[in-house]
């Protein structure tokens, strides 16, 4: 089993569309939570960073870390096509590290 | 913006050439990785650096070998390319003590 699981996808709704994505994970000793953004083609981006259990908003994107569930979710509120793409989750901390051990990626598509 | 720079960007070699990926980012990070992908797969860590003169292999294993001689340099050569090694190499550099990882736009290997 992984130790970060993410659905790959792909995720295909509607232009303005309230999208929720997952992770789960096993690993307890976690601290940092984190999602990347990658368009076709491109690295990986920085979208959002969180430390410990909480809500952290930017925009139209709110992370969210359930440490006791070892569960986190990136919602994207008022989704546009500009958004399409690959979002991987991304973890680190603790006795694990500061190695990143990342999601597989979940594929969205919003369409006009 | 992340000042963290890969070259070439596309490349197409035959079966048993030499390649050399270069990677470079002017952040000053002492942590530099590379990961592969294949297209709509997940990050594949092959190698990573703490700083100067230091190089570990990753999780997966790889024939790529990577050098750290400078700070901002961290190149990965493969002395005789195959078919199997087609894939795309993502670099990244750690922002120190928070695990946040920046990511150069990639280089695309295609092998004859």
């Known amino acids: ?112 | 913006e992340a000042d963290i720079y890969q070259t070439p960007r596309y490349l197409v070699i035959g079966t048993g050439k030499k390649i050399t990926l270069e990677c470079s980012q002017t952040m000053g990070h002492d942590k530099m990785y590379w990961y592969q992908q294949d297209p709509g797969m997940e990050l594949h860590l092959i190698h990573y650096s703490y700083g100067v003169n230091s190089t570990e292999k990753g999780d997966l294993s790889s024939e790529s070998t990577v050098s750290r001689i400078r700070t901002e340099h961290f190149p990965l050569t493969l002395e005789s390319a195959r078919p199997s090694h087609t894939s795309q190499y993502l670099c990244a550099s750690e922002k120190q003590g928070t695990g946040e990882l920046f990511f150069g736009e990639g280089s695309r290997l295609t092998v004859l």
């Open chain 1, 1 to 112: 089993q992984k130790e970060v699981e993410q659905d790959p996808g792909p995720l295909s709704v509607p232009e303005g569309a309230i999208v929720s994505l997952n992770c789960t994970y096993s690993n307890s000793a976690f601290q940092y939570f984190m999602w990347y953004r990658q368009y076709s083609r491109k690295g990986p981006e920085l979208l959002m960073y969180t430390y410990s259990s909480g809500n952290k908003e930017d925009g139209r994107f709110t992370a969210q870390v359930d440490k006791s569930s070892k569960y986190i979710s990136l919602f994207i509120r008022d989704s546009q096509p500009s958004d399409s793409a690959t979002y991987l989750c991304a973890m680190s901390g603790g006795f694990a590290g500061n190695m990143l051990t990342f999601g597989g990626g979940t594929r969205l598509m919003v369409k006009p």
